[in-house]
């Protein structure tokens, strides 16, 4: 089992800057890439960062102004949003990749933390 606990969520101005932190728990062994999805109300789910084997990717409207960051000492992967936009209103969840001797992924998602980004 994986477990995930998700903070720093939260309102902030358009403009204004918000940083999530998730801490990994449980079997982590096999972690291939960590990242953030998100998910807004009729709008598609998408994956915002992805850090790990693979490098680092980011979705093309937060590219210049999100970073992903892990410590891998802490189990944590970190999500730095600057330039917030109301765009980025979602709730966002941690999400876990790993890859299994036999070269089989999963994947794995938090319970999510709300950002809002409104005046």
């Known amino acids: 089992q994986v477990q995930f606990v998700e903070s720093g969520g939260g309102l902030a101005q358009p403009g204004g800057s918000l940083r999530l932190s998730c801490v990994v728990s449980?079997?982590?062994?096999?972690?291939?890439?960590m990242g953030w999805e998100r998910e807004a109300p009729g709008k598609q789910r998408d994956l915002v960062a992805v850090t790990g084997g693979d490098g680092t990717t980011y979705l093309d409207s937060v590219k210049d102004r999100f970073t992903v960051s892990r410590d891998f000492a802490k189990n944590t992967v970190y999500l730095q949003m600057n330039s917030l936009k109301p765009e980025d209103t979602a709730v966002y969840f941690c999400?876990?990749?790993?890859?299994?001797?036999?070269?089989?992924?999963?994947?794995?998602w938090g319970q999510g933390t709300q950002v809002t980004v409104s005046t």
């Open positions: 449980g079997n982590t062994d096999g972690v291939w890439s």
């Open positions: 999400w876990l990749r790993t890859r299994s001797r036999t070269g089989r992924y999963m994947d794995y």
